[in-house]
C-alpha cells in the first residue's frame, strides 16, 4: 500500500543535541510538509517543500531546518533542541499544491528532550 | 488571521446515541474545508474535503456539512471503535497548501 512512513517513532535527544527526524512516501507526491502537534493542541505547519522548493513558515524558529534529497525523502533537523520542542513531529504529503488536495498523514515521531 | 474553533473539546456518548461536532472558521477566502480523524499517538487519518456552503459528504456513520460560517461532522449510531480526536482544518485561498486546524474533538463512545 502506498503510505507515508516516519523514522523513529519515538526519538529520546538531550537538551542541545541535533536530532533528525526522517520521513519517506510511496504516493510520488510533489509536496511534503512538516507539522509540530504539542499535546492537545493543533497541528501547526511548521514548512513545506514543493518539488525541490523550500517554504518556510513565517514564526517557525530558525532552529528548524529541513532538506529534502529526493521525491520520496524528507528530513527534519533541530539543531539545538530545547524542552519547548517537544511534541508530535507529523510528516504529510500532497499530489500538487495552491489546490485543495487533501494531505496524507504519517504516524508521527514522538520526541522527547531531556 | 485564519482561525478555526471545535467544540466540544470532548464528547461521551453512548453506543447509539447520534450527536453533532461543530466546527467554526474564519478565513479571508475559503478554498476547502477538511476533516481528519486522529487515534492516540498516530497521525491525522482523512476524512472529508468540503468545498462551498450547502455541500454534505457521507462516509459509514459519518456525513459533514459546510456553511459559510461553520461545518458539522454528524455522527449516527456510533460505536466504541469511533473513539478517536476529530480535527477540523481550513485551507485559505492565497495559501498555497497550508491547513490551520482546530485542536480537535476527543470523542469517547462507551457500551
Known amino acids: 500500500d502506498a503510505m507515508v512512513i516516519q523514522n523513529p517513532r519515538y526519538q529520546v535527544t538531550q537538551f542541545g543535541k541535533p536530532v533528525t527526524l526522517s520521513c519517506s512516501q510511496t504516493l510520488n507526491h510533489n509536496v511534503m510538509y512538516w507539522y509540530q502537534q504539542k499535546s492537545s493542541q493543533a497541528p501547526k505547519l511548521l514548512f513545506h517543500?514543493?518539488?525541490?522548493?523550500?517554504?518556510n513558515e513565517a514564526d517557525t524558529p530558525d532552529n528548524f531546518q529541513s532538506r529534502r534529497p529526493n521525491t520520496s525523502f524528507c528530513f527534519l533537523d533541530i539543531r539545538s533542541p530545547g524542552l519547548g520542542d517537544a511534541a508530535m513531529y507529523l510528516c504529510a504529503t500532497s499530489r500538487e499544491i495552491g489546490l485543495s488536495y487533501e494531505q496524507y498523514f504519517g504516524p508521527g515521531t514522538r520526541l522527547t528532550v531531556t | 488571521e485564519d482561525q478555526v474553533t471545535q467544540s466540544p473539546e470532548a464528547l461521551r456518548l453512548q453506543e447509539g446515541e447520534s450527536s453533532s461536532l461543530n466546527c467554526s472558521y474564519t478565513v479571508s477566502g475559503l478554498r476547502g474545508l477538511f476533516w481528519y480523524r486522529q487515534d492516540p499517538g498516530k497521525g491525522p487519518e482523512f476524512l472529508f474535503t468540503l468545498y462551498s456552503a450547502g455541500e454534505e459528504k457521507e462516509k459509514e456513520r459519518l456525513k459533514a456539512t459546510l456553511t459559510k460560517k461553520e461545518s458539522f461532522l454528524h455522527i449516527t449510531a456510533p460505536k466504541p471503535e469511533d473513539s478517536a480526536t476529530y480535527l477540523c482544518?481550513?485551507?485559505?485561498?492565497?495559501?498555497?497548501?497550508?491547513?490551520?486546524f482546530g485542536t480537535g474533538t476527543r470523542l469517547q463512545v462507551t457500551l
Open positions: 517543500y514543493y518539488d525541490k522548493d523550500f517554504n
Open positions: 482544518a481550513v485551507q485559505a485561498t492565497g495559501t498555497a497548501s497550508k491547513l490551520t
